[in-house]
């Protein structure tokens, strides 16, 4: 990452699959690629990652209830949702961050310096975490975090999986007041941007990804079915990805056993998973455009790679 910008990097879902493994091998049928590695947090999770480097989805998945059990209430909480429901914000310097919040009068709670489950207690933290109230940017559990091996080649590299998806665009929330909400996480996180305002629905680019809010009757007509807001804490609805082929995209989702239709707009929506609740729209774009327009927001020195192979 260039400079001091903050993007969104990455939203967390909890998996209800009997084993991160298979959760992420459920992906990999239907062509996606999720990341071999899984990582171990206290207390008693275990995660696995959706590429879509340099974001990707986190699952989250409780290997020791016990040990959850002493888990923060909202986090217990989180794991009801059925749906996404945490959204992390990538900076180069989350203390500083804080503190030029602060200054700006926005009340935070301390930065948290995190180590995964399986790094020695005498080593250093791999990251610096600060949550966001959600009173200041409601409808997600979100947070701004550093990590401290941020130059790793995996970070540099863009994948285009077998079924040709490459990238997050963005997200949709559903609110009953979409404007309302855009405000505020515009006055937050990018003060003075433009917020784009309709009827029913309204939009705020965090670059290179847009966020967009529509109301419960908004989000019906676009994709066909019912969704209720989300009252402040599990609003996020969709995952917008980009594929180079939507007919090879739709033949291996299908095949992989995932239920996925076209929308009005020639995006496909993929329904949700029936483990993490994820449901995301695919629309076709070309990877290098993509990169070349990254690269112009965010000063990214990133490099595509293609994986073919499934396994």
């Given at each position: 990452?260039?400079?001091?910008?903050?993007?969104?990097?990455h939203?967390?879902?909890?998996?209800?699959?009997?084993?991160?493994?298979a959760?992420?091998?459920?992906?990999?049928?239907?062509?996606?690629?999720?990341?071999?590695?899984?990582?171990?947090?206290?207390?008693?999770?275990?995660?696995?990652?959706?590429?879509?480097?340099?974001?990707?989805?986190?699952?989250?998945?409780?290997?020791?209830?016990?040990?959850?059990?002493?888990?923060?209430?909202?986090?217990?909480?989180?794991?009801t949702?059925?749906?996404?429901?945490?959204?992390?914000?990538?900076?180069?310097d989350?203390?500083?961050?804080?503190?030029?919040?602060?200054?700006?009068?926005?009340?935070?709670?301390?930065?948290?310096?995190?180590?995964?489950?399986?790094?020695?207690?005498?080593?250093?933290?791999?990251?610096?975490?600060?949550?966001?109230?959600?009173?200041?940017?409601?409808?997600?559990?979100?947070?701004?975090?550093?990590?401290?091996?941020?130059?790793?080649?995996?970070?540099?590299?863009?994948?285009?999986?077998?079924?040709?998806?490459?990238?997050?665009?963005?997200?949709?929330?559903?609110?009953?007041?979409?404007?309302?909400?855009?405000h505020?996480?515009?006055?937050?996180?990018?003060?003075?941007?433009?917020?784009?305002?309709?009827?029913?629905?309204?939009?705020?680019?965090?670059?290179?990804?847009?966020?967009?809010?529509?109301?419960?009757?908004?989000?019906?007509?676009?994709?066909d079915?019912?969704?209720?807001?989300?009252?402040?804490?599990?609003?996020?609805?969709?995952?917008?990805?980009?594929?180079?082929?939507l007919?090879?995209?739709?033949?291996?989702?299908?095949?992989?056993?995932?239920?996925?239709?076209?929308?009005?707009?020639?995006?496909?929506?993929?329904?949700p998973?029936?483990?993490?609740?994820?449901?995301?729209?695919?629309?076709?774009?070309?990877?290098?455009?993509?990169?070349?327009?990254?690269?112009?927001?965010?000063?990214?020195?990133?490099?595509?790679?293609?994986?073919?192979?499934?396994?």
């Amino acid at each position: 990452m260039s400079g001091q910008r903050l993007r969104l990097e990455h939203v967390q879902t909890f998996t209800s699959a009997d084993s991160i493994e298979a959760h992420l091998a459920s992906y990999r049928r239907a062509g996606f690629l999720p990341v071999s590695h899984v990582a171990q947090w206290d207390p008693g999770l275990r995660t696995g990652f959706l590429n879509l480097w340099p974001d990707y989805v986190e699952f989250l998945l409780v290997e020791d209830e016990g040990a959850f059990a002493a888990a923060e209430p909202s986090l217990r909480a989180a794991r009801t949702a059925r749906r996404p429901y945490g959204i992390g914000f990538y900076h180069d310097d989350t203390v500083a961050l804080r503190e030029q919040w602060v200054r700006r009068g926005f009340a935070l709670p301390e930065a948290e310096m995190l180590r995964l489950g399986t790094t020695p207690a005498d080593a250093g933290p791999d990251f610096c975490e600060l949550p966001i109230p959600r009173e200041i940017l409601p409808g997600a559990a979100c947070f701004a975090l550093t990590s401290f091996y941020p130059d790793a080649p995996l970070r540099r590299q863009v994948w285009v999986a077998p079924n040709s998806v490459f990238a997050l665009s963005g997200v949709t929330l559903v609110a009953d007041e979409p404007a309302g909400r855009a405000h505020a996480w515009r006055d937050l996180l990018l003060p003075g941007a433009a917020v784009e305002v309709e009827e029913d629905r309204a939009r705020l680019r965090i670059p290179p990804h847009e966020v967009e809010w529509l109301t419960p009757a908004a989000f019906a007509r676009t994709c066909d079915r019912p969704l209720s807001a989300g009252s402040g804490e599990w609003e996020v609805a969709l995952l917008h990805l980009l594929a180079e082929d939507l007919l090879r995209f739709e033949d291996l989702a299908v095949g992989g056993g995932r239920e996925v239709r076209a929308l009005m707009d020639g995006r496909l929506l993929v329904e949700p998973h029936p483990d993490d609740g994820c449901t995301f729209t695919v629309a076709q774009r070309s990877a290098s455009g993509w990169l070349a327009d990254r690269r112009s927001a965010c000063g990214e020195a990133l490099e595509i790679h293609r994986r073919e192979d499934i396994a």
